[in-house]
């Protein structure tokens, strides 16, 4: 779909990042923009500030519904749930509602690569940049990441466009079309925005949905949830699967202590080598290689970058040693699979700390799965209880009112030797900012014992 932009009237719901970039980019086409947003005007001071000569609307303290029906197109920034009540007023009028996504894709001429999966976005994303960047690319990297997939738009002489995508950036898509795209994982999250997990796998699904026969699909072959529904979506791309369990090949597979992927060559790379922990990590660097193949990269450089990736903040990360007893801040983990990666990537005995907002989850899979290194769990947050009875009469757990008491009863607890673990399996925002914030706080906490 393309849209005309000049002399229409846009509607964008919320002013996010994503907002705040979609705004310019439609005024700047001589777009009419109206921004609605439920925030009052003096919290959006400095944002609006962002926007400094750039003529717009905006309406704050909630949402008109006159406003919504005076929209020849209707924009909403990917944290907006596609059920509010305006929105379904305009849908009943036969007003469009697009997302950035579908906004976007038209404009961006540049072959996209489009990474998704419930975890690892972000760190195959970067390292994806980094790769390609290294081996003479000229390269955007960004979406969910941080930088709105659409400020790819205005960037010259692109060779590719990495991309995190999320389920809330797919959910209100209907043409986005990567040439390489890749789902890297899908386990339970955001039940509180999709309602349920079938709905959660469909719009992942959805980053394949319009692929054709010159283009790419990476999955991760040990999750048959996956593999079922891409194929019922039945699309002509190329398929490559990556994965611990079989040897796929084409593909990419663990053999022994070597990650291999063969592709037009066969690349294998020892993980002992790589500065990432966990099994989970390995599975991000397969499919990071076979995209390496696709798009021509030199397996020496790609395997010299790979080596020297020290990992991102907050994901599984080292912050120090005391005494016998080893801390790290897995801020990141914001769902029940990523906090059963981490423990899965760390000697016993671990202290856990998790807790915040649950987004509706299933916590017992931590109760099942994670008391074998588990010793103990301090839970803090809105969630604590849902978390603590996970683990009811199985270990020892210690409920606290702040990150900072958590930590130091977890380094009781941890004592004489151990590990402590922050790894939440659950969102931030109850507590902090986000998961920066947590982590951050985490990290001073932990210097200050």
Not at 130 to 135: D, P, S
Not at 416 to 439: H, T, Y
Request: charged content about 25%.
């Amino acid at each position: 779909m393309n849209f005309e932009i000049k002399n229409k009237h846009f509607v964008v719901v919320g002013l996010g990042k994503t907002g705040i970039a979609i705004t310019r980019f439609l005024a700047q086409h001589e777009g009419k923009v109206t921004v609605s947003e439920t925030s009052p005007l003096e919290k959006l001071k400095e944002r609006i500030r962002a926007l400094k000569n750039i003529n717009f609307t905006i309406e704050t303290g909630g949402h008109q519904k006159e406003t919504f029906l005076s929209a020849d197109y209707i924009v909403v920034s990917p944290g907006i749930p596609l059920n509010l009540a305006v929105l379904n007023i305009a849908r009943n009028k036969g007003i469009p509602i697009i997302g950035e996504l579908d906004l976007v894709y038209p404009y961006l001429k540049t072959p996209i690569i489009a990474i998704t999966g419930t975890n690892g976005k972000t760190t195959t994303v970067t390292l994806l940049g980094k790769i390609l960047k290294a081996n003479g690319k000229n390269v955007w990297v960004g979406g969910n990441i941080g930088e709105p997939l659409i400020n790819a738009i205005e960037q010259k002489n692109l060779d590719y466009i990495v991309a995190e995508i999320s389920s809330f950036q797919l959910e209100s898509s209907s043409n986005f079309h990567p040439w390489i795209a890749a789902c890297l994982n899908v386990s339970e999250d955001h039940i509180d925005r999709h309602r349920d997990f079938h709905n959660y796998l469909h719009c992942k699904l959805k980053i394949f949905q319009h692929q054709k026969i010159n283009d790419w699909s990476i999955l991760e072959g040990d999750n048959k949830k996956l593999i079922d529904g891409v194929k019922r979506l039945n699309t002509k791309s190329q398929k490559l699967l990556f994965g611990l369990k079989k040897t796929y090949l084409p593909g990419a597979y663990l053999r022994e202590e070597n990650i291999i992927a063969e592709l037009y060559e066969k690349w294998s790379l020892s993980i002992k080598d790589t500065r990432l922990l966990g099994k989970h990590n390995y599975k991000n660097i397969m499919a990071t290689l076979l995209i390496a193949q696709i798009t021509q990269c030199d397996f020496q450089v790609t395997k010299e970058i790979i080596f020297s990736f020290p990992g991102l903040a907050h994901r599984l990360e080292w912050v120090r040693s005391l005494n016998g007893v080893s801390f790290y801040n897995d801020s990141k983990a914001t769902n029940v699979e990523a906090t059963l990666c981490a423990i899965d990537s760390l000697g016993a005995p671990i202290v856990l700390i998790a807790g915040g907002l649950g987004k509706g989850q299933d916590f017992t899979p931590l109760g099942k799965r994670g008391t074998n290194k588990v010793k103990a769990v301090v839970v803090i947050g809105s969630a604590k209880r849902e978390i603590a009875q996970s683990f009811k009469e199985v270990i020892p757990v210690v409920e606290t009112k702040t990150l900072e008491e958590a930590v130091k009863q977890a380094w009781e607890l941890a004592k004489p030797k151990g590990n402590v673990l922050l790894s939440p399996a659950c969102a931030s925002f109850d507590m902090f900012k986000d998961f920066k914030e947590r982590g951050r706080v985490f990290k001073r906490a932990v210097y200050e014992l």
